[in-house]
């Protein structure tokens, strides 16, 4: 198969969001640079990008900089400039309505309430592109989502988020060599810390 393929790993810029919970996407391409020994370079078109090959496909890992609410422009504009098809993006984000330690991949749909996603979709015109969503629990108590993404995991959670972490990579991986199809089959469950 010939073709480029955009991995997005959705997340806000900046030392202070690195280990929040609303940037599990630019966590999963850290992990899946550092298992290909792909490295981050400059910014292009709005984003962090690593390009080279997984599993001898062509990729390109793009982190926004644009933060979260305006993911989609860096996206487009992304598309645009190496000529990719919608059926060749996968974006990855955190999702509040799965628990920690779940995985859902999914050949289309909906933002589910997701601002980066929304972006995304609003700039793309489009709903019709994979994605990778990773659990990452409802607030406890009254506390309000938008706070309480942006609060870190627990030592706890980052154990069992460096099992999902590993598991999610391995599922980017079946996604490029078997498509979003058998992704869906093998990697949708919801893994806990014993694994």
């Given amino acids: 198969m010939n073709g480029r393929?955009?991995?997005?790993?959705?997340?806000?810029?900046?030392?202070?969001?690195?280990?929040?919970?609303?940037?599990v996407g630019f966590m999963l391409l850290d992990r899946l640079?550092?298992?290909?020994g792909l490295s981050f370079g400059s910014v292009r078109r709005q984003s962090l990008t690593a390009s080279g090959r997984i599993?001898?496909?062509?990729?390109?890992?793009?982190?926004?900089?644009?933060?979260?609410?305006l993911s989609g422009h860096a996206v487009s504009q992304l598309l645009r400039y190496y000529r990719i098809p919608l059926d060749r993006l996968l974006v990855m984000f955190d999702d509040l309505d799965l628990p920690l330690g779940a995985l859902r991949f999914r050949e289309s749909g909906g933002t589910g309430g997701h601002k980066g996603m929304g972006s995304i979709v609003e700039q793309l015109g489009s709903k019709?592109?994979?994605?990778?969503?990773?659990g990452i629990d409802r607030p406890p108590g009254r506390m309000d989502p938008a706070d309480y993404v942006l609060q870190p995991f627990s030592a706890q959670e980052e154990t069992l988020l460096s099992v999902v972490l590993a598991e999610a990579a391995a599922g980017i991986l079946t996604y490029l060599t078997e498509g979003i199809t058998v992704a869906i089959s093998r990697h949708n469950r919801v893994h806990d810390s014993d694994e």
């Fill in 55 to 69: 599993a001898g496909e062509p990729v390109t890992l793009a982190k926004p900089q644009t933060f979260m609410n």
């Fill in 33 to 36: 640079a550092e298992e290909h």
């Fill in 5 to 23: 393929y955009l991995l997005v790993g959705l997340g806000n810029p900046g030392r202070q969001f690195k280990r929040k919970r609303h940037n």
């Fill in 128 to 134: 019709a592109f994979a994605r990778l969503r990773v």
